[in-house]
């Protein structure tokens, strides 16, 4: 099964809002709500921003956002800063044969 | 605090087999309460999933990995561990482990630093 379809870069200025695509199919996003989402600082380890397609862990920022429509989820973050920038990814488990399936990365760049 | 810690050669040889083991602290495995993740991430480029185990011992994996993959899981030492046979340069990634809070959903909420494996001659 083929990784999940992200924009390879996205840019916003600081305080700008912007939103991150993830494209699955019926086998992934659109069949289960289990989409999360990870933000990875280079040399770093990913960390969860969003899971459940739209709920945040505990003590996370509500800059940062979440939402599903159909084979499609979305990653929001409103009032960009500086720290933001960083490489996204999304996350959907796939059912008991592919199990989890990762989307290939998005690069914010804050200018 | 839920850490987890990779550990393993960081160079491999090609056709051999590549074998890391993850300890855990902060958490016990024995609980059953959440599953155990290995992912990699090859030289700048985006994550993929390798598998999960569950206290028990029950392991799933990436179809595309399934034919060269082992985890298991050692409840007494809290530490899961994997194996990648016949690898090569393909291979070459950083390897992280991870939990599992969303029923083997991919909801990682805690994540090892990662660990750099070579495979090279």
């Known amino acids: 099964q083929s990784a999940l379809t992200q924009p390879a870069s996205v840019s916003g200025s600081p305080g700008q809002s912007i939103t991150i695509s993830c494209t699955g199919s019926?086998?992934?996003?659109?069949?289960?709500?289990?989409v999360s989402w990870y933000q990875q600082h280079p040399g770093k380890a990913p960390k969860l921003l969003i899971y459940?397609?739209?709920k945040r862990p505990s003590g996370l920022s509500n800059r940062f956002s979440g939402s599903k429509s159909g084979n499609t989820a979305s990653l929001t973050i409103s009032g960009l800063q500086a720290e933001d920038e960083a490489d996204y990814y999304c996350?959907?488990?796939?059912?008991?044969?592919?199990?989890?399936?990762f989307g290939g990365g998005t690069k914010l760049t804050v200018l | 605090q839920v850490q987890l810690q990779e550990s393993g050669p960081g160079l491999v040889k090609p056709s051999q087999t590549l074998s890391l083991t993850c300890t855990v602290s902060?958490?016990?495995?024995?609980?059953?309460?959440?599953?155990w993740s290995w992912i990699r991430q090859h030289p700048g480029k985006g994550l993929e999933w390798i598998g999960y185990?569950?206290?028990?011992?029950?392991?799933y994996y990436n179809p595309s990995l399934k034919s060269r993959v082992t985890i298991s899981v050692d409840t007494s030492k809290n530490q899961f561990s994997l194996k990648l046979s016949s690898v090569t340069a393909a291979d070459t990634a950083v390897y992280f482990c991870?939990?599992?809070?969303?029923?083997?959903?991919?909801?990682?909420?805690?994540w090892g630093q990662g660990t750099q494996v070579t495979v090279s001659s």
């Open positions: 459940e397609a739209s």
């Open positions: 996350c959907s488990y796939a059912g008991s044969t592919t199990f989890v399936i």
């Open positions: 185990i569950y206290y028990s011992g029950s392991a």
């Open positions: 902060g958490d016990s495995i024995s609980s059953g309460d959440y599953y």
């Open positions: 991870a939990r599992d809070v969303g029923s083997s959903s991919g909801r990682f909420d805690h």
């Open positions: 019926n086998s992934d996003v659109g069949s289960y709500n289990l």
